[in-house]
Nanobody
Framework: EVQLVESGGGSVQAGGSLRLSCAAS????????IAWFRQRPGKDREGVAC????????DISSPVKGRFSISSDSAKNTVYLDMHNLRPDDTATYYC????????????????????WGQGTQVTVSS
């Protein structure tokens, strides 16, 4: 059974940090691009960050560049999203997704090809 399980969400004050984790199982992790998306209240889902675990290539969307980073641990089949200097407008449900074949830059702007989605984890940033 394919699973993407997100964890690490929660409530934090503006300027704080959180680390989200996405634990993957049931598919060959390194053959996929693994991405984080978010859906803010009243807005469309948007790509946030993406990584290719096989070669380490990453892509970060402009709204979070310089504040968020993505990494992976292939031994644990886990991808991490480190979020720093959080702002109230980062409040969203964050989803992990896997796609193959994929180029991260494309995945972040067009999620129609995503093969698997996680259930999401809520991040709330208060001012």
């Amino acid at each position: 059974e394919v699973q993407l399980v997100e964890s690490g969400g929660g409530s934090v004050q503006a300027g704080g940090s959180l680390r989200l984790s996405c634990a993957a199982s049931g598919f060959t992790f390194v053959d996929y691009a693994i991405a984080w998306f978010r859906q803010r209240p009243g807005k469309d889902r948007e790509g946030v960050a993406c990584i290719s675990p096989k070669d380490g290539w990453t892509d970060i969307s402009s709204p979070v560049k310089g504040r968020f980073s993505i990494s992976s641990d292939s031994a644990k089949n886990t991808v991490y999203l480190d979020m720093h200097n959080l702002r109230p407008d980062d409040t969203a449900t964050y989803y992990c997704a896997a796609e193959r074949p994929a180029i991260c830059k494309v995945v972040l702007i067009h999620d129609g090809g995503v093969n698997y989605w996680g259930q999401g984890t809520q991040v709330t940033v208060s001012s």
